[in-house]
């Protein structure tokens, strides 16, 4: 069964909106979530890694203020693209590092913004 | 972050054919080494580790060349449900992040 779920799976909004999106790990305390993004026929790049308690750390080119990162409790991370724009429709997906270094992937968010 | 390179194919081959992916990374630290599947729209899923030694998993077979920097992955019997992309990952020594190559499309036709 799924251990990361993520909510909403899909999403549609006009542009100027924001939209929030949750990830949750099911049955396990996740201190360390990754926020990715992934455009058609691209691989998935890492946006921000969230971090329980405390600030979000982004990567090179990810604006903060834009997508805003809260990691509030160890099992909910949640990612919010503010004020979102066409060019923002992309496929958002959390994951949670876990035994044996691999990686529990949320099922995913498709955001189309109009 | 330094690169993980695939090549994007797609590979389309025959049911019960054998087909190899190839992934180089530029990254000497790396560490961890992984194939993952991805499903059109769907998240990525851990298909395998990939081992000094070299391991293999059923059909799957997957190889690190630490020298040359790149790590194999062999199909065999190739099935129509192996239809997917395949993502090569590699990840430093104690870190938690990955770094995911494009993927290598994969199609198997009757």
């Known amino acids: 069964g799924a251990v990361v779920s993520q909510h909403p799976s899909r999403v549609i909004c006009k542009s100027g909106t924001s939209v929030k999106i949750e990830c949750r790990s099911l049955d396990f305390q996740a201190t360390t979530m990754f926020w990715y993004r992934q455009f058609p026929k691209q691989s998935l790049m890492l946006m921000a890694t969230?971090?329980?308690?405390?600030?979000?750390?982004?990567e090179q080119g990810v604006e903060k203020d834009k997508f805003l990162i809260n990691h509030a409790s160890l099992t909910l991370s949640t990612l919010t693209v503010t004020s979102a724009h066409p060019e923002d429709s992309s496929f958002y997906i959390c994951s949670a590092p876990a035994a044996q270094e691999t990686q529990y992937f949320g099922p995913g968010t498709r955001l189309l913004v109009l | 972050r330094k690169e993980v390179e695939q090549d994007p194919g797609p590979f389309n081959v025959p049911e019960g054919a054998t087909v190899a992916f190839n992934c180089t990374y530029s990254n000497s630290a790396s560490q961890s080494f992984f194939w993952y599947r991805q499903d059109c729209r769907k998240e990525p899923k851990l298909l395998m580790s990939v081992y000094s030694s070299g391991n293999e998993d059923g059909r799957f077979t997957a190889q690190l060349n630490r020298a040359s920097q790149y790590i194999s992955l062999l199909i065999r019997d190739s099935k129509l449900s192996d239809s997917a992309t395949y993502l090569c990952v590699v990840k430093e020594g104690g870190s938690y992040i990955p770094t995911f190559g494009r993927g290598t499309s994969l199609i198997v036709h009757p």
């Open positions: 969230s971090n329980e308690g405390s600030k979000a750390t982004y």
